[in-house]
């Protein structure tokens, strides 16, 4: 029987969404782009997985993000997501890929580290992906919407 509970599960879905990179003046030319989600209430988690065709794609130096989240993270301040993301067939030596993302927002901003960063907040570009090495990542993260 249905209740008005705060507690009664009346919001669950589970779904697909397509991701992809964005950088100004970039094409990407994908042989995967796959999506996952389950929202539970307000939580959303969702795991991607993106990898580019070895041609197809134009790359630059001009700043990547990743677009496609099902649900917009909460307005609410201080509810940005961290996103964890495995790589493979990057141009640039990483020691690492991060993620973030904004109040409101469907996109993710991922950031390098390399051996020679002395910081964490380097954005990527998009020719840190590689035009003909099929780059991939493969992305998770938990986020809260409203």
Known sequence: AASANANTLDDYEEGTFTPAYSATSAVF???VQKGFYTKVGNMVTISAFLRLNVTGNTLNANALTITGLP???SATTDSRAN???RWNGITTALIGIFGETGNSSTTITPYKITA???NYNTQMVSNDLSATATSQMFISMSYLTD
Do not use: P
Request: neutral net charge; aromatic residues 16%; hydrophobic residues 60%.
């Open 83 to 85: 996103v964890s993301i």
């Open 116 to 118: 020679a960063s002395a």
């Open 29 to 31: 030319s994908y042989n």
């Open 71 to 73: 649900f917009a993270v």
